[in-house]
């Protein structure tokens, strides 16, 4: 049962299609699994047992026909409770739609379903997506399955610690300022953000049903799972065009260049001089950048020459209240919620950190918006990324840290973090690193690098080219097997 549930999701697609193992008996490992763990860690929300093993007997009797549904052919999957998923409750752990079942699934989800994915059930997150941990006011917060005491980060935290502890060999999650990154780093697992738009988000929330889509910059679809190669398969099949969104460009996926590891030029950072890391996550970064160089890889410290990070955060930050505005809806629970984290993240943590995090700095573009101001935002953010663009031409890709922290154990939302005996503003701590790659829309790729001394998972980013992810994706797996750390949590 556990080599079932910690068996890679491509793996277990060619052991069910050469009948070495049954697409019921891949279902009952991983409901087993669950049945164990998620008390503990309540990382799936909403489980559809019944409709997953009428699937999964399906899946079988089709094989026996000589039918393969597609890559995926009776390999249980999860999904982030933010994507609509037909006849089986979404809620974005948002109390009004704690009731809501959705008519049609989410694009991403109908085209796992076609690959022959079998849905087992939804993730759980933050509340509507807005927190770096998952904590909601429908189900219980998500613990991190290394130490049950802390978070597993957010807002797709529940998607993260699921892969982790087996309870799902793949899952669909969702990154705006980091929400696929930052928990892949704190459980240890692979996630990957592609180029903004790349993949349609049509189904997927926090414009709750009926209110228009606001949210057509800087979010994108990503995945997670225990394999590079997962990652590329999931990525394959859910990228592309879509008639649901029209925005969605049909960019075909690029094809990979081959180069060995020895004939890359690879560019690293251990920290922004702004926003200093956790020593152990410098460490490791420096570690990396040592075995890269022991093996002959051409690997050199860079920063593009006029990376204002100030400058970029206040940027990103004034775009994502333009397109949340009306995006979110106005109740008492949202109205909360968003008051808490500009009042903290103002109030809170060192004060010079808090000028790069500070969401108070928004308010104008909260209270009174307008339509000038957000093609000016849009405008900078053009010119931001076609400046980025030209700053990565020469790179293949480059290496930066994930977060300032590792994990941290459960606070109050949006609190300050300490690192290192110093308080950072929630954002900034969790942020920092990421948000920058979702203004100016490239993709990046976590893998895990190793482990603090208390044993708890350290990610690194690798950022690559607009529209390469298929490159990005092949380089990361090089790059894997020598600086990679892969390891499964203990007692799961």
């Given at each position: ?93 948002y109390i009004p739609l704690k009731d ?182 410098r460490a490791a970064m420096q570690a ?148 920058p790659f979702n203004l100016s829309g ?51």
């Amino acid at each position: 049962m556990a080599n079932l549930t910690f068996t890679p999701a491509h793996q277990l697609a060619q052991m069910i299609r050469d009948r070495q193992v049954s697409a019921v008996e891949v279902l009952d490992a991983y409901l087993a699994q669950i049945a164990q763990h998620n008390s503990k860690l309540n990382a799936i929300c909403t489980l559809d047992e019944e409709n997953a093993r009428n699937r999964a007997k399906q899946a079988d009797e089709a094989l026996g026909n000589g039918e393969i549904w597609g890559a995926l052919h009776g390999v249980p999957v999860t999904i982030k409770d933010i994507f609509e998923t037909a006849g089986l409750r979404t809620t974005a752990g948002y109390i009004p739609l704690k009731d809501y079942i959705p008519q049609h699934d989410a694009t991403v989800v109908s085209r796992l379903r076609l690959a022959g994915a079998i849905i087992m059930g939804k993730t759980n997150m933050a509340e509507l997506a807005g927190d770096y941990q998952s904590t909601n006011s429908l189900f219980p917060r998500v613990n991190n399955p290394w130490n049950l005491d802390y978070t597993p980060g957010g807002s797709s935290g529940g998607s993260a610690a699921a892969v982790a502890a087996g309870l799902s060999p793949l899952d669909l999650g969702n990154d705006i300022a980091g929400s696929v990154r930052q928990p892949a780093h704190f459980c240890g697992v692979y996630g990957l953000k592609p180029t903004d738009r790349r993949i349609s988000t049509a189904g997927q929330i926090p414009e709750v049903p009926g209110m228009p889509v606001c949210i057509r910059q800087m979010i994108t679809v990503g995945c997670f799972a225990r394999s590079l190669e997962d990652l590329r398969l999931c990525f394959s099949l859910i990228a592309g065009a879509d008639d649901r969104r029209p925005d969605v460009p049909p960019v075909p996926l690029d094809i990979p260049t081959g180069k060995s590891l020895q004939n890359l030029k690879i560019a690293w950072i251990d920290q922004w001089i702004e926003v200093p890391v956790a020593a152990e996550i410098r460490a490791a970064m420096q570690a990396v950048r040592q075995k890269l160089v022991q093996s002959n890889i051409q690997i050199d410290p860079w920063l593009p020459q006029d990376f204002d990070l100030s400058h970029i955060l206040n940027l990103y930050g004034r775009l994502a209240a333009y397109i949340n505005i009306y995006a979110q809806p106005v109740d008492r629970y949202n109205v909360r919620r968003s008051l808490t984290q500009i009042f903290r993240t103002a109030t809170q943590g060192d004060q010079s950190l808090r000028k790069l995090g500070d969401f108070s700095r928004l308010l104008p573009e909260l209270l009174n918006p307008s339509l000038k101001g957000y093609f000016e935002t849009l405008t900078e953010r053009d010119h931001l990324t076609a400046q980025l663009d030209r700053a990565l031409e020469p790179w293949d890709v480059w290496l930066t840290p994930v977060a300032a922290t590792v994990a941290f154990t459960h606070c109050p939302a949006w609190s300050a973090i300490d690192i290192d005996g110093k308080a950072y503003p929630h954002a900034v701590a969790n942020g920092a690193y990421t948000m920058p790659f979702n203004l100016s829309g490239h993709p990046a790729v976590i893998i895990p690098i190793g482990q603090t001394q208390t044993g708890l998972p350290i990610g690194m980013q690798i950022v690559g080219k607009r529209w390469r992810e298929m490159e990005l994706l092949a380089i990361a797996q090089e790059l894997d097997k020598v600086v990679g750390d892969f390891r499964n949590p203990l007692d799961y």
